[in-house]
């Protein structure tokens, strides 16, 4: 892009957002609805008994970074779009209102942006769109970009899955020496993502801010070479550079990221709606 050679000589050329939670305050309450909607697919669509539901859904997130990753290690097959539209397609969006303080913060930035998130591409767009963000970013790095197409067919690893081919995620807090399964899915915190996201968008970890709500995602990203912005919280943990309370205290946090613009460049400004990335891996 034109916008882009504008800034290639610049210390930083890339902003990395998470979005659920970053883009968004954690009031606004609508990730409780996704929890929600997370434990009653759990219950109506897979057979789990609703009593076990709340403690597997937070160690399987725990440990395999989404509980759709961990769903799929342990066992369980499923469409992964019958999931994401019994868990995304049934929010109240309405709950999200247009921010168009961030967007102008966004827009006056002479540096290209990028949304990395895993969830699914509708998800991704629906949210952007309440916000009134959706021409704010280059491309949305997501769940389809990271995984391959194949609705949830695709194989996982069997050599602890149990003769009712689940495995039981308590042998594992008894027998913490014991392996567990590994999940076909490709998502944040595990390196992994990030080295397909650095991939996809071409981008230099060592030039780039990546800001999200998740410690261990912003943990995996310092290990990555990214400079790490909290977004939620003031308090900066172990692998966090910057701690924000909200994502609207950007500027003055890093005011380094307009420096440019000031003096020689304009900012980075897309036309139309962002470009949803829908790579697959060979």
């Known amino acids: 892009m034109e916008e882009n050679k504008q800034v290639s000589n610049q210390k930083y050329d890339c902003l990395l957002f998470d979005l659920d939670e970053t883009l968004y305050p954690l009031s606004s309450g609508l990730s409780v609805e996704v929890t929600k909607n ?13 009593s076990r539901v709340p403690e597997l859904c937070t160690s399987l997130y ?7 990753a961990g769903l799929r290690a342990i066992g369980y097959s499923f469409d ?15 709950m999200l209102k247009p921010d168009p303080l961030l967007r102008n913060l966004l827009l006056s ?14 998800h991704a767009a629906r949210v952007l769109n309440r916000l009134g963000l959706e021409d704010c970013f280059e491309m949305i790095i997501c769940f389809e970009t990271l995984n391959s197409t194949n609705k949830g067919s695709d194989l996982v690893n069997e050599s602890n899955i149990s003769s009712t081919g689940i495995f039981d995620i308590n042998d594992y807090y008894r027998h913490p020496d014991l392996e567990l399964p590994k999940t076909p899915i490709v998502c944040k915190p595990f390196e992994e993502a990030y080295e397909q996201a650095f991939k996809i968008a071409n981008i230099n970890p060592q ?3 990546f800001f999200d709500d998740s410690v ?18 003031s308090h900066k943990a172990e692998g966090v550079d910057y701690a924000l309370e909200s994502i609207h205290n950007i500027r003055e946090a890093l005011p380094e990221l307009w420096e440019s613009s000031d003096e020689k460049s304009e900012s ?15």
């Open 268 to 282: 980075v400004t897309y036309s139309g709606k962002v470009a949803i990335e829908t790579y697959v891996k060979a």
């Open 207 to 209: 030039k780039t801010f």
């Open 62 to 68: 725990k440990y395999y970074g989404t509980t759709l």
């Open 109 to 122: 930035l002479p540096i290209r942006r990028v949304i990395f998130s895993n969830a699914d591409k509708n």
């Open 38 to 50: 997370i434990q009653e697919y759990m219950i109506e669509k897979l057979g789990i008994e609703e």
């Open 80 to 94: 992964y779009d019958d999931f994401h539209s019994f868990v995304h397609g049934r929010l109240p969006y309405n």
């Open 216 to 233: 261990r995602n912003l943990q995996t990203g310092k290990r990555m070479s990214l400079h790490t912005v909290s977004v939620g919280t």
